[in-house]
């Protein structure tokens, strides 16, 4: 990571040694606890500027308080989301849509695809999510006491969905894990040959689609209309890029951390399998305690917030782990209570933005917990290993080996 000079606008007195990517406890550590160390934010200012703070070295503006990361995200008129992160990494400027549209071709956007991503529509879905949750699980107990939980359910898991939105058979599952790998977590080199290969998969797709059509998302796509039009063939792209991007790595995520949380908690274990009931609320507060992502946002002019100097341009980073620490939004933050009552996380982000796909990503791993607790025995991390997690853009998780023998 090469990192860029710091602004000659930012006072050094808000300069933090600190960042999401670099910092020693967002390394990849065996038994880390990323969580953790961005709760001990909430100990300093409100707001700081830390260098290195992207995939491309630049510096963010942190902020820290939940209430002012919502003022952020709910105000687009200042705070820009168009960044075209993923098409940055080709040398290209296109956004994912509608993730990285402004105001009002957001809304477009947003009201087009909306009704795909609805409460009834993932209900729909939910016959297929919990076979294949079924399907995963079965398989893993009928061949071991153990697993990697991480490559042999959440992923597996998480990534059928996602092809089954697209109309597609699991037989390229493992290329699909692999992309989402090393597009979030890799290096320079195989972040680019990951986006080359994902914007070559849906362009090609979206072809087939259009001379084949399908009772699929793609299909959808190809033949929908904005203002009396049809899309463009770079917002069908953006488009399915972002689906495939979000499909490929948070709720697997989510998964893995749940299940290590409960590998090392027996007791919240027990009472998650003995009254299933439990699980919704837990797995919002799970939610809360391991949030991943981290929400970049561009300043579209000049303004001082919360005594920052923040000028046109500047990076502003909201990240959900940060904010879902908050101890002047939830009592006691790092204690992790499974029937935490009005729990306003923003695991899902708020304001415009507010992610698209959360009744599916939920309903995912709701059905992921309440399958995994109720065929698999009392299990625990497996003697001898540990869980390896690290910080990022979004955050991470491997190495989650879960006994039950």
Known sequence: MVSKPIPDHVPPEMVKDFSLFLSPDMQRTPNGDPHAAVACLHDGPPIFFSPNNTRDGRGTWVITRAEDQRRVLQDPETFSSHRSIFASALGENWPMIPLELDPPAHAVFRSLLNPLFSLERVMVLEPVVRERAVALIDRIFASSTSCDVMKDFAFPFAVSIFLCLLGLSDERLDIFVGWGKDLLHGDAVKRTAAARAIVQFIDELATLRRKDPAADFMTFVVEAEVDGRPLTGEEVRGIGVLLLVAGLDTVATAIGFDLAYLARNPKDQK????EPTRIVPAAEELLRAYSTVQMIRVARKDIDFEGAPIRKGDYISCATAIA?????EFDHPDTIDLAREDNRHSAFACGPHRCLGSHLARREIVVGLEEW???????????GTSPITYGGQVFGIENVILDWS
């Open 271 to 274: 009472l998650l399998r003995n």
């Open 324 to 328: 879902n620490r908050d101890p002047a």
């Open 373 to 383: 607790l109720a065929r698999i025995p009392a299990f625990r991390i497996k003697e």
